[in-house]
């Protein structure tokens, strides 16, 4: 699958998601932008909504958070003001970063959002865990034809299942799923990246992973598993505080990240027994048939004057067994590889 100029197939497709790490101020969102692409990312995401159109100001405590998070107190329309991209920076912030080479698209969290969005001809859609379940935001993204992404991370099988349904009955089959555990930052053990390869057989769908841990290995051992997506939440320093900053990368390790996602691809390969070019050069320090002594013709071959050793201009040591006890048709010094035309 290809997303704007990246096709994800050939190369891990890394995300940098700005979230609300901009602290409410444009020029911090542009510095971001341009440390992502310094850092190695292949596209920037951000989340395209409003308080409006992500929940209700309302007072009562269903509305308040209070699940043991990083949020908790806040209302989540309160949460969601300080926490907003204005959208009145979109073009500016897809701009810069088309400038610097770099993808740029969003999460809509409404229908307006995906209109808006589609103004700014994004190339892809990602589809955020919570609103895996909201399944006419789903179709109606799917209806604009582009790559869409889709985060699992608070999803049951019967959720994803739903989400791709929807998906296929707009006639998109541009997918990509996410495995992602909805917990800030997430704990190692609450991973279970073993799901990665299964979700691939069972869905026939690209996977990647939404990662909220703040190790390195975690993408690492995705891409090792088949993962050819990676998010991860980006900020210019965590000392800036902000809604996400607590399990979003700096620049430094972010780029840590991302050399570390291109080694595993270039130590993945592919499947072969063909040795390469170094490998074939390196059966030269392997072990073969070499005389041990100096004979003379008619001696006969002994474990004395034969013996297995390095390096591997000889004979394979397999012929041993076969050798032992002809005679030499010559001379030979120590030293010599063992050939068959030394024997008779």
Request: aromatic share 8%; charged share 20%.
């Amino acid at each position: 699958m290809t997303i704007g100029k990246h096709d994800i197939n050939a190369n891990v497709f890394i995300i940098a998601e700005l979230s609300a790490n901009h602290n409410g101020s444009l020029q911090t969102a542009l510095d971001t932008i341009t440390a992502m692409s310094h850092a190695g990312a292949d596209a920037i995401k951000l989340q395209t909504y409003t308080p409006d159109t992500i929940t209700l100001d309302c007072d009562t405590n269903m509305f308040t958070i209070s699940q043991g998070t990083l949020w908790d107190k806040q209302k989540f329309y309160d949460l969601y003001a300080q926490a907003m991209t204005p959208w009145e920076w979109h073009e500016a912030l897809f701009d810069h970063a088309k400038s610097l080479g770099m993808e740029a698209f969003s999460s809509p969290f409404d229908p307006t959002a995906v209109d808006f969005l589609e103004n700014l001809d994004v190339p892809a859609y990602k589809i955020a865990s919570f609103e895996i379940t909201d399944i006419p935001l789903i179709e109606y993204t799917a209806t604009k034809g582009k790559p869409i992404i889709i985060s699992t991370g608070i999803a049951t099988l019967e959720d994803i299942q739903e989400a791709l349904n929807a998906c296929r009955r707009m006639g998109n089959n541009q997918i990509t799923l996410l495995k992602c555990t909805s917990a800030y930052p997430a704990a190692p053990e609450e991973m279970n990246l073993l799901t990665i390869p299964d979700m691939i057989e069972r869905f026939d769908v690209t996977i990647g992973l939404s990662d909220h841990t703040m190790s390195l290995s975690a993408p690492i051992a995705a891409v090792a598993l088949g993962a050819r997506v990676i998010e991860k939440h980006f900020i210019l320093s965590r000392s800036m505080g902000g809604a996400d900053s607590e399990f979003s990368l700096e620049p430094q390790e972010f780029k840590a990240m991302v050399d570390a996602v291109r080694d595993t691809e270039k130590l993945m390969g592919k499947v072969t027994y063909d040795l390469s070019p170094k490998s074939l050069k390196s059966r030269e320090f392997s072990r073969s048939l070499f005389i041990a002594q100096d004979v003379k013709a008619g001696e006969i071959l002994t474990v004395q004057n034969v013996r297995s050793v390095r390096p591997g201009f000889g004979m394979a040591p397999k012929y041993l067994k076969e050798v032992l006890g002809k005679t030499f048709k010559k001379s030979a010094s120590k030293g010599t590889p063992l050939a068959w035309e030394l024997i008779q």
